[in-house]
């Protein structure tokens, strides 16, 4: 029940953050996208190849999350 409520609360979340703007351009869409799976890749990186590749990696997905909002 408890990984019920806790995966209801991450997808509103989410939801909330990645639609919450309709007037985006293309760029920032694409943008917004990637940098997602960039920073999901990045938890990646740092479990398996090391914290400073997770975190420069995690930088970069920021970056374009930042630029995307």
Same mark, same amino acid.
């Given at each position: ?12 979340? @989410?939801?909330? @953050? ?8 293309? *760029?920032?869409?694409?943008?917004? @996208? ?9 938890? *990646?990186? *740092? ?23």
């Amino acid at each position: 029940m408890l990984d019920v409520v806790a995966e209801l609360l991450l997808e509103l979340g @989410f939801d909330r @953050f990645v639609g919450s703007g309709d007037n985006r351009t293309t *760029a920032q869409q694409c943008c917004l @996208f990637v940098g997602v799976v960039v920073v999901l890749l990045a938890v *990646a990186l *740092a479990v398996t190849g090391g914290p400073w590749y997770g975190l420069a990696a995690a930088l970069v997905g920021v970056a374009l999350i930042v630029y995307g909002r």
